[in-house]
């Protein structure tokens, strides 16, 4: 009787191991049966504590979401200027991304020829002859170089002082006997930005400095910044500089970059 009730009790055993997916050794004897409950218990915990790991990211994210949302009004004018700023880099990048995608379908001659090219000032329109100046030429024209620190003001009361060496831009033009019909003066960049003034706006010898109110500026082609002339291979080596018209002018964005020509118009 006794060994009857010892055998099923091994039956029941053995058919509740062998339910378990456990790598367990099955022994009969009682204190392997509470390691079996123990280890299926622990199976459960494992498994809230997967569903833990896996709800938390969700609900960080969803936090994250609800402060940003809190401080949007906040860093609204700032995300304003993040943004503009991303506008002009990604143009920047753009250009630099198919300038590098054209250098690498050329040969080396080629580009040198282009390197060349950048560094000549083109002006074209309404001129006697279209004329391109190479930076040597430009440099030896004594008569219409200046050089001074320009304060500068963009849309976002970024201001600053910067020193240019250049070309003053109307006489340039006036030695390269522009028309008398001309009306608008619109300077390129290799990126494609550019900007149109009138005649009479490229004329002014007194564009101003807000913060000093002794001095007079002419509007210059710069070939040289802080004291270092432009790298050609980092385009065009030529850029368009310009003061104040009135105190509280933004004129930071009438200064182009990596000029590529001159049109009259
Ligand atoms: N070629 C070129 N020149 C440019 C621009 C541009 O996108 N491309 N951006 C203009 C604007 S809007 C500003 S405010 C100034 C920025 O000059 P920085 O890049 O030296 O700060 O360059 C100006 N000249
Ligand atoms: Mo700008």
Same mark, same amino acid.
């Given at each position: 009787?006794?060994?009857?009730?010892?055998? /099923?009790?091994?039956?029941?055993?053995? +058919?509740?191991?062998?339910?378990? &997916?456990?790598?367990?050794?099955?022994?009969?004897?009682?204190?392997?049966?509470?390691?079996?409950?123990?280890?299926?218990?622990?199976? /459960?915990?494992? =498994?809230?504590?997967?569903?833990?790991? +896996?709800?938390?990211?969700?609900?960080?994210?969803?936090?994250?979401?609800?402060?940003?949302?809190?401080?949007?009004?906040?860093?609204?004018? =700032?995300?304003?200027?993040?943004?503009?700023?991303? $506008?002009?880099?990604?143009?920047?990048?753009?250009?630099?991304?198919?300038?590098?995608?054209?250098?690498?379908?050329?040969?080396?001659?080629?580009? $040198?020829?282009? /390197?060349?090219?950048?560094?000549?000032?083109?002006?074209?329109?309404?001129?006697?002859?279209?004329?391109?100046?190479?930076?040597?030429?430009?440099?030896?024209?004594?008569?219409?170089?200046?050089?001074?620190?320009?304060?500068?003001?963009?849309?976002?009361?970024?201001?600053?002082?910067?020193?240019?060496?250049?070309?003053?831009?109307?006489?340039?033009?006036? +030695? &390269?006997?522009?028309?008398?019909?001309?009306?608008?003066?619109?300077?390129?960049?290799?990126?494609?930005?550019?900007?149109?003034?009138?005649?009479?706006?490229?004329?002014?010898?007194?564009?101003?400095?807000?913060?000093?109110?002794?001095?007079?500026?002419?509007?210059?082609?710069?070939?040289?910044?802080?004291?270092?002339?432009? =790298?050609?291979?980092?385009?065009?080596?030529?850029?368009? +500089?310009?003061?104040?018209?009135?105190?509280?002018?933004?004129?930071?964005?009438?200064?182009?970059?990596?000029?590529?020509?001159?049109?009259?118009?």
């Amino acid at each position: 009787m006794k060994n009857k009730l010892l055998m /099923i009790l091994f039956i029941i055993l053995l +058919v509740l191991t062998s339910c378990t &997916s456990n790598n367990n050794e099955i022994t009969v004897n009682s204190e392997n049966e509470t390691e079996v409950i123990k280890n299926e218990n622990e199976e /459960i915990h494992e =498994d809230e504590s997967i569903e833990e790991t +896996v709800v938390d990211p969700e609900n960080k994210e969803q936090q994250k979401e609800e402060l940003k949302e809190g401080s949007e009004e906040q860093t609204e004018e =700032d995300d304003e200027e993040k943004d503009a700023t991303q $506008d002009e880099k990604s143009i920047k990048d753009n250009t630099e991304e198919s300038n590098k995608k054209e250098e690498a379908d050329q040969s080396e001659n080629k580009q $040198d020829e282009n /390197i060349e090219q950048g560094v000549a000032l083109k002006i074209q329109g309404l001129i006697e002859n279209e004329i391109s100046f190479n930076l040597n030429e430009l440099k030896e024209m004594n008569d219409l170089i200046f050089e001074a620190d320009f304060y500068s003001l963009n849309s976002f009361g970024t201001t600053g002082y910067t020193h240019f060496k250049g070309v003053n831009l109307w006489k340039l033009l006036e +030695v &390269s006997e522009i028309s008398h019909e001309a009306a608008a003066i619109t300077v390129i960049a290799q990126d494609g930005y550019k900007m149109t003034f009138t005649v009479e706006q490229v004329k002014k010898q007194d564009y101003i400095d807000e913060t000093n109110p002794d001095v007079k500026y002419p509007m210059i082609i710069a070939w040289e910044e802080k004291g270092v002339e432009y =790298d050609p291979e980092e385009g065009s080596p030529f850029k368009l +500089v310009v003061g104040q018209k009135e105190a509280g002018d933004v004129n930071k964005p009438n200064w182009v970059s990596n000029i590529d020509r001159i049109v009259i118009e």
